[in-house]
């Protein structure tokens, strides 16, 4: 079950591979300054995670112009989800939790996966500059997408 609105969010520090090396990529680096969603998609290079994630990229502006930043989070290593990024033309921050501690905290880890073991579950989350979660969904299914324009509604709403 996924974390509820009005939590506080859990911060994390996951690693990144940029061209020039592996980064940092940590919430609370956005609190006093930005909303921040964050995304948790399954698995790089699947039919579902690379038409959320290409469609996001392609209307990526319309998250900044509501000073948001969008955070992708999933199982594979920085690597793997380098290659895809490069490949797909993804210029979203994708981060990676290999160890799964961050699905885990966000009550978003499923424990199997069509029999490849554990990974996140597709789900969203929105956090104001306070660090406090004010939107949660989790799909039904991981075939299904998140709800972005209720997700662009409450950024609406923190501007």
Partial sequence: ?????????PDFTLKSKKADGPVDVQLSA????KSTVVLFFPLAFTGVCTTEFCDLTAGLSAYSDLNADVIGISVDSPFAQEAW???EGITITLASDLNKATAAD??????????????????????????????????ATPKDLPNFDAIKAVLEGLK
């Fill in 1 to 9: 079950m996924p974390i509820e609105v009005g939590s506080k969010a």
């Fill in 30 to 33: 956005n609190f006093g300054n």
């Fill in 85 to 87: 990024a490069i490949k």
């Fill in 106 to 139: 966000y009550g978003v880890l499923l424990d199997d996966l069509g029999g490849f073991g554990s990974c996140s579950a597709r789900a969203a989350f929105v956090i104001d500059k306070e660090g406090t979660v004010k939107y949660s969904e989790q799909t």
